[in-house]
């Protein structure tokens, strides 16, 4: 009997390369040799092998022969049956139940949604796995892939899962996963007691003119379009958003807190939980029902703010001397205590001290006054042309003057140099009003720590563009289920991180990474009576990166592989080689 050999074919087409498994017989009566082989597979765009169901047909013995193989892949024939195994992806999938394991959200959604629960993360996994495909088209994810639900999701299932997010069921989750958040941050670092969390909005424009809340606001994306207003709260070292809101596309951020404070007192979050937040949300009234709250806040303050343009004349002659320059941020800075009336009934002060940390940047300072500078001269040609533009009180009538002869003639206009110069103090300063006690590094380093909200929001407003519903419990519903994603994709983006894979990955890119990683289980077992099929050496190190496997059932030198290429990454960005 002849022997099989490996024999290659090049579709020039395509450029793909195409294995079969064979030999080749001398027949007397013709001048040519009679092949026989087998398609067994082909070699992907990585240039690794795919097997087909010839190959999985093979027996264990015959899988290693074609030398493709280290390991025999699971066989799809056994004793003469056919398809006795089932086998679907399930890398993205496990990758996404273990971020939901680990940060919390499976545990939540199963003890406040107890009956629908695996409908909304199988939804959750579908929308993150296709992110191009309707929510409401599910067969093709559970066709290709395992998912947590298992069962076949139907559009029935998805409607009755989206249509128990209600406010007081959300209320619910927002208080458990908080909690659940609090203990994992204080299990990691047990030392701090801050509690710090982001606050911002956004706009999320929408096709749905149907909707309640589509109203025309200012828009966050500059388009002329209706849009629903979104408010969100992280926690401020990992970037997790633990609550959010929906809101009427016309309001404004100053309008939102009374109720939203209120609802976090309803969930149960902490009290003294300190909230940071930009400075559109500034306003007197805002800071009196803070005080009153029981929150702390950092908040970043507007120039309109009149205490905050008084500060800047204080600290400009005393800013820059040596005792106000903190080398850990290369800045000068400079702290004043003001002092708030915030009467209330009952028990409780009827006034609260807090801090203006004010920083001073050189390299913003001569920005700011060049764009200064060229605004002045905009306006002073503005004002040559039409003088009707210089009224008491506005900005022409404040920093500049007409000039007029004895007679009454126009001859000018001159610069109010006094007015001007005292603007250009502005330049280089910003502020933020937070807690007495704090230092100045600390406001600093947690106002920076603001970036993770705004990659949250970019990340939700990604999977949300432009929503097309009608309906408003289904709205709420995935409005829900995308924080969910939001959540999600953060944790892994926290841990891509870590181990600073964004080098070589974008999220997408690990994504289609792991995608195609199979999960075989016997045709009418449970779940966890299946395995893996053979993984290749990058999904392995991934999954041991992100806990989705344990490193027994690991290949004994990923973890070695993992740290080497970790203390050569950090060492490429100039960090420590030990994190």
């Given at each position: 009997m002849r022997k099989n050999n490996l024999i290659r074919h090049v579709n020039k087409k395509t450029n793909v390369t195409y294995?079969?498994?064979?030999?080749?017989?001398?027949?007397?009566?013709?001048?040519?040799?009679?092949?026989?082989?087998?398609?067994?597979?082909?070699?992907?765009?990585k240039g690794e092998f795919e097997p087909n169901k010839a190959f999985l047909s093979f027996s264990a013995e015959e899988q290693l022969k074609?030398?493709?193989?280290?390991?025999?892949?699971?066989s799809l024939y056994s004793s003469g049956d056919v398809d006795t195994y089932d086998y679907k992806m399930f890398g993205f999938t496990s990758l996404l139940e273990t971020a939901a394991k680990e940060s919390?959200?499976?545990?939540?959604?199963?003890k406040v949604f107890p009956n629908d629960w695996q409908q909304q993360l199988t939804i959750v996994e579908a929308m993150m796995s296709y992110p191009d495909r309707a929510l409401y088209s599910p067969k093709h994810f559970h066709d290709v892939c395992w998912h947590s639900m298992v069962d076949s999701p139907t559009e029935y299932s998805i409607n009755k899962a989206l249509e128990v997010v209600y406010p007081e069921s959300r209320e619910r989750f927002f208080g458990d996963f908080e909690r659940r958040t609090a203990l994992r941050r204080k299990e990691k670092n047990p030392l701090?007691?801050?509690?710090?969390?982001?606050?911002?909005?956004?706009?999320?424009?929408?096709?749905?003119?149907?909707?309640?809340?589509?109203?025309?606001?200012?828009?966050?994306?500059?388009?002329?379009m209706a849009q629903v207003n979104l408010l969100m709260i992280c926690d401020a070292v990992t970037g997790i958003p633990l609550y959010f809101r929906s809101l009427h596309g016309n309001c404004s951020d100053k309008n939102v807190l009374g109720v939203t404070l209120k609802e976090l007192k309803d969930a149960e979050f902490r009290k003294g939980t300190i909230l940071l937040m930009d400075r559109g949300f500034y306003s007197l009234a805002v800071i009196v029902m803070l005080l009153k709250s029981g929150f702390q806040f950092i908040m970043g303050m507007p120039l309109t703010a009149p205490f905050y343009k008084q500060a800047i004349r204080e600290a400009y002659d005393v800013i820059l001397d040596t005792e106000n320059f903190y080398p850990s941020i290369r800045m000068h800075a400079w702290t004043k205590t003001i002092s708030f009336a915030a009467p209330r009934r009952g028990w409780g002060p009827n006034s609260h001290e807090l801090a203006l940390y004010l920083f001073h940047d050189s390299q913003k300072q001569a920005e700011d006054q060049q764009r200064q500078a060229r605004k002045f001269a905009r306006m002073k040609a503005a004002l040559e042309s039409d003088r009707s533009l210089h009224k008491k009180g506005n900005s022409y009538g404040k920093y500049f003057e007409l000039e007029y002869d004895t007679e009454g003639k126009f001859v000018g206009v001159a610069n109010n140099k006094d007015?001007?110069?005292?603007?250009?103090?502005?330049?280089?300063?910003?502020?933020?009003?937070?807690?007495v006690g704090l230092s100045c590094e600390k406001v600093l380093g947690l106002v920076r720590n603001r970036d993770y909200v705004e990659k949250d929001y970019e990340c939700y407003k990604t999977k949300m563009r432009r929503p097309r519903h009608s309906l408003e419990e289904h709205l709420e519903g995935k409005i829900f289920l995308v924080y969910i994603t939001t959540i999600l994709e953060m944790w892994i983006r926290r841990r891509?991180?870590?181990?600073?894979?964004?080098?070589?990955?974008?999220?997408?890119?690990?994504?289609?990474?792991?995608?195609?990683?199979k999960w075989r289980k016997p045709e009418g077992k449970t779940f966890d009576k299946g395995e893996w099929c053979e993984l290749?050496?990058?999904?392995?190190?991934?999954?041991?990166?992100?806990?989705?496997?344990?490193?027994?059932?690991?290949?004994?030198?990923?973890?070695?592989?993992?740290?080497?290429?970790?203390?050569?990454?950090?060492l490429k960005h100039g960090l420590p080689a030990v994190g």
């Open positions: 294995l079969y498994w064979g030999h080749s017989v001398y027949v007397p009566s013709q001048d040519y040799p009679e092949v026989k082989k087998k398609c067994i597979g082909k070699i992907d765009s074609t030398g493709l193989v280290n390991e025999p892949y699971l919390g959200v499976w545990q939540s959604l199963k701090e007691d801050m509690v710090v969390m982001a606050l911002d909005t956004t706009s999320i424009s929408t096709f749905s003119a149907m909707l309640e809340a589509a109203k025309f606001g200012k828009n966050k994306e500059n388009d002329l007015a001007q110069r005292d603007k250009m103090k502005e330049c280089g300063f910003f502020g933020f009003l937070g807690p891509m991180d870590e181990y600073l894979l964004f080098d070589k990955y974008s999220f997408n890119n690990l994504r289609d990474e792991i995608f195609s990683a290749t050496l990058e999904v392995q190190k991934l999954f041991y990166i992100f806990g989705v496997m344990k490193e027994k059932d690991l290949r004994d030198d990923i973890p070695k592989l993992v740290e080497r290429e970790l203390r050569k990454r950090r």
